[in-house]
């Protein structure tokens, strides 16, 4: 059993997530240096990084299993995008354990169902570790909405300062034993 962070009592999550047309590699200390570098990598998208990796590259820890990783195609072999959550779990006040996810991809590679099935895999992992996952998303991003509600993000807490809506997956019910 792996921990997310020194001194997190929450189970980590694998180095490497598996879907059906995707990997989801965490990122190590090599990919890090490379985009803080700037340096370009013959399997990244040439549209990769976004803008969007290198504002959460700031938030990368090395080891954190519950940090950024990127979304390889298994078929192109190429590097479209990352998701991953910006921290380990933390109690909400409720005190439900709960992180939140962000994730995005290269243009070219949007609209083919790759982000919801990295979700997709990305959730199972978490569903085994009773953590609730929430997600902020501007209002005007039809795309990511669907993707989170076909993922069952269906609890709106509000709009934060920045005018996204926060939403949240219900813990998946527990059958019982």
Do not use: K, Y
């Not at 598996?18 to 890090?32: G, M, N, Q, V």
């Not at 490379?34 to 549209?47: I, M, Q, T």
């Not at 243009?107 to 919801?116: D, F, N, S, T, Y």
């Not at 199972?124 to 990511?144: L, M, T, W, Y």
């Amino acid at each position: 059993m792996s921990e997310g962070r020194a001194g997190s009592a929450r189970p980590g999550l694998p180095l490497i997530v598996e879907a059906e047309r995707l990997r989801l590699p965490l990122w190590d200390a090599a990919t890090a240096a490379a985009l803080r570098a700037g340096d370009r990598r013959p399997e990244w998208h040439p549209d990769f990084p976004r803008r969007d990796e290198l504002d959460v590259l700031g938030l990368w820890v090395d080891g954190d299993t519950w940090g950024r990783r990127s979304v390889l195609s298994r078929r192109a072999g190429r590097v479209m995008g990352s998701i991953g959550f910006f921290a380990p779990p933390e109690e909400a006040a409720d005190g439900v354990a709960e992180v939140e996810v962000g994730f995005g991809l290269v243009e070219p590679a949007r609209g083919h169902g790759a982000m919801g099935e990295a979700l997709g895999a990305l959730l199972v992992e978490v569903d085994g570790r009773a953590v609730r996952v929430r997600a902020r998303v501007r209002p005007e991003n039809r795309a990511a909405l669907r993707v989170l509600q076909r993922q069952g993000f269906t609890g709106l807490r509000a709009a934060d300062e920045d005018g996204c809506l926060v939403m949240v997956r219900p813990l998946p019910r527990r059958s019982p034993d």
